[in-house]
């Protein structure tokens, strides 16, 4: 009798014990994820496989010019083709402020002739030549087209405004982009943008800004 007394009992310290450690170690709940190792996103807190694995890496940007619509993780390789203001794709053309196109070119600087490119895909230069890009600080200086011109001007907005002829009479504007060979008529003048009388008559002046 006391043999099973101390059985029951044994069982029953046994279970309390066995109940006090489930207790206080509960099972951890699974965690779904990639559980392969040699996947791009595996994860190793996983314990669960939930078909998520990526063999694939490269460019998931659909907008991107090198898209993979087979990859499945991004590795930052996406490149992104622009088409200049010309129409040429990852051209060299430029807008300036004024919203006017700008090639680059070669200039020759022993026969001072310049030579408009769209690429520089194939590209040998001459000695005497120099790639000139559209919008650097060489041609912005030796540009007098750019930004409208030097009688043009940008309002606060940065909006472009040409100078121009006005004729007081019949009340027309032609504008104009310098003064070379200028000759006024009689019932014209010369208006230059942004001088006190173009601001005071031009309704376009600082109202683009958004």
Request: one cysteine or more; charged letters at 15%.
């Amino acid at each position: 009798m006391k043999t099973k007394m101390k059985t029951i009992f044994s069982v029953c310290i046994l279970s309390i014990f066995l109940y006090a450690c489930s207790k206080d170690n509960p099972t951890p709940d699974p965690v779904s994820g990639c559980i392969d190792d040699t996947a791009f996103n595996y994860d190793s807190l996983a314990t669960v496989d939930d078909g998520s694995c990526c063999m694939i890496a490269g460019c998931i940007d659909s907008l991107a010019s090198n898209f993979n619509q087979e990859a499945c993780y991004d590795d930052n390789s996406c490149t992104y083709a622009f088409t200049d203001c010309i129409g040429v794709e990852n051209g060299l053309a430029v807008l300036d402020d004024c919203g006017n196109c700008h090639q680059s070119y070669i200039y020759d600087f022993v026969i001072h002739t310049t030579t408009d490119i769209n690429d520089t895909a194939g590209l040998v230069l001459g000695a005497t030549e120099m790639l000139i890009l559209a919008g650097s600080p060489e041609d912005i200086a030796n540009n007098s087209n750019w930004n409208g011109g030097p009688l043009a001007a940008i309002d606060s907005c940065g909006d472009c405004h040409s100078s121009y002829i006005y004729d007081f009479v019949i009340h027309t504007a032609t504008d104009i982009n310098d003064t070379a060979g200028l000759v006024l008529g009689a019932t014209e003048m010369l208006i230059l943008a942004g001088s006190p009388e173009d601001i005071a008559n031009n309704p376009n002046w600082n109202t683009g800004c958004k």
